[in-house]
Every structure is written in C-alpha cells, then in structure tokens.
C-alpha cells in the first residue's frame, strides 16, 4: 500500500452491503446506502498525549470495524476508494 497514515489515523476499506433483501428483492446501486462497516487496512504509530508519550491504537490491521455515515475522508489510491479516519471516528470493532 502506498499510504502510510500518521498519529491516530488507520486507512479503512468499505465492505460491500447485501444487495439483496431477505425477501429476495434486489437494491440498485443508485439508491444503495453507502456501507458503514469495513476492513482496517493500515494503522499509524498512535495518539500524542498531552505529555508526550503515545498510546497505541486499539484497531489493528485486519480488524472489522463499524464507522459513522459521514466518518472519514475519503480518497483514491490505486483505483481503489478508501477512507482515512481517526481512531475516534470508529464506533466498535466486530468480532
């Protein structure tokens, strides 16, 4: 990957939604939500505290992780559309 985030910053991937409901209809694209869960792909060194030290990130690369709507700054790298987010922005890591 070419990215390497800084601080308390991890480069997220969306995962796709279901494009099928349980009762079989299919959701076009055009009106599918964007996904709010995806893949932790690379994560930066930690949070500066306020007296210098730093804490590691909970997240690690390959975790599944839930986000806001909204959360993020999204970007293109390689063709490929990825998110850049602080650790705060993630709300729960699925397991």
Known sequence: MKLRPLHDRVIVKRLDNERKTASGIVIPDNVAEKPDQGEVLAVGKGKILEDG??????????????FGKYSGQA?????????????????????
């Not at 030290?53 to 992780?65: E, F, H, P, Q, S």
């Open 53 to 66: 030290t730093v804490r590691a990130l909970d997240v690690k690369v390959g975790n599944k992780i839930l």
């Open 75 to 95: 970007v293109k790298v390689e063709g490929e559309e990825l998110l850049v987010m602080r650790e705060d922005d993630i709300m729960a890591i699925v397991e």
